[in-house]
């Protein structure tokens, strides 16, 4: 597993925007398929975004057009912007790494501890 470091959470006004990033501690982070989570109080854990280790992306329908996940593989970071915020964003942002190094083997993720976004006036 590798070790992951969530930064840039913090407090944000509703329609402001927050740019998340996770730091990952190997340069295999290039081979892992990368998404970041959510968990807001009293809720279960809910996917937001992934990218692939090939630059695909694939959004929650929630995001309807305001986030956007990338990475930059020379610095083993992956970034979650996020723009247009809403109360109901607040929650721990988590970032997940998953790769299956072979074919008949298991996939081995790694978990950051997280970040909080707060979205309130």
């Known amino acids: 597993q590798m070790q992951l470091v969530e930064s840039g959470g913090g407090l944000v006004q509703p329609g402001g925007s927050l740019r998340l990033s996770c730091a990952a501690s190997?340069?295999?982070?290039?081979?892992?398929?990368i998404a970041w989570y959510r968990q807001a109080p009293g809720k279960e854990r809910e996917l937001v975004a992934t990218?692939?280790?090939?630059?695909?992306?694939n959004y929650a329908a929630f995001v309807n057009g305001r986030f956007t996940i990338s990475r930059d593989n020379a610095k083993n970071t992956a970034y979650l912007q996020m723009t247009v915020l809403k109360p109901e964003d607040t929650a721990v942002y988590f970032c997940?790494?998953?790769?299956?190094?072979?074919?008949?083997?298991?996939?081995?993720?790694?978990w950051g501890k997280g970040t909080l976004v707060t979205v309130s006036s």
């Open positions: 190997e340069s295999r982070f290039r081979r892992n398929d």
């Open positions: 990218i692939t280790s090939g630059g695909i992306t």
């Open positions: 997940n790494a998953r790769v299956v190094p072979c074919i008949e083997c298991s996939a081995i993720e790694s």
